[in-house]
């Protein structure tokens, strides 16, 4: 099982950047984006289940961000605009073989796969 994550980089405040997490040999039914800051725990940002009937997003991003699925790719996208200095971070993609309740997708156990996460930086 391999998560790919890319899309990260730098940009300025205000600005917008495109997150895919790839995911090959196996299937999922839920995928979600983490992230972590130095010197934070990991945190909650958004997540999807892979029929795409169930969103959920962290309150720190709710209207800026969207998640979305590539069914043709087998990719999930996090489109994230509008962006601050306080959502630099390192990004992380999850996912589970199980279809996860909204109260459950913004737990990091619920997940069994991790990809190898990517930078963004948001700064002037």
């Known amino acids: 099982v391999l998560l790919q994550a890319c899309g990260g980089g730098l940009v300025q405040p205000g600005g917008f950047l495109r997150l895919s997490c790839a995911a090959s040999g196996g299937t999922f039914s839920t995928y979600a984006w983490f992230r972590q800051a130095p010197g934070k725990e990991r945190e909650f940002v958004a997540a999807?289940?892979?029929?795409?009937?169930?969103?959920n997003y962290a309150g720190s991003v709710k209207g800026r961000f969207t998640i979305s699925r590539d069914t043709a790719k087998n990719t999930v996208i996090l489109q994230m605009n509008s962006l601050k200095p306080e959502d630099t971070a390192v990004y992380y993609c999850?996912?589970?073989?199980?279809?996860?309740?909204?109260?459950?997708?913004?737990?990091?156990?619920?997940?069994?796969?991790w990809g190898q996460g990517t930078k963004v930086t948001v700064s002037s």
């Open positions: 999850a996912a589970d073989s199980r279809a996860w309740i909204m109260s459950n997708m913004p737990e990091k156990n619920a997940y069994d796969y």
């Open positions: 999807i289940r892979w029929s795409g009937s169930t969103r």
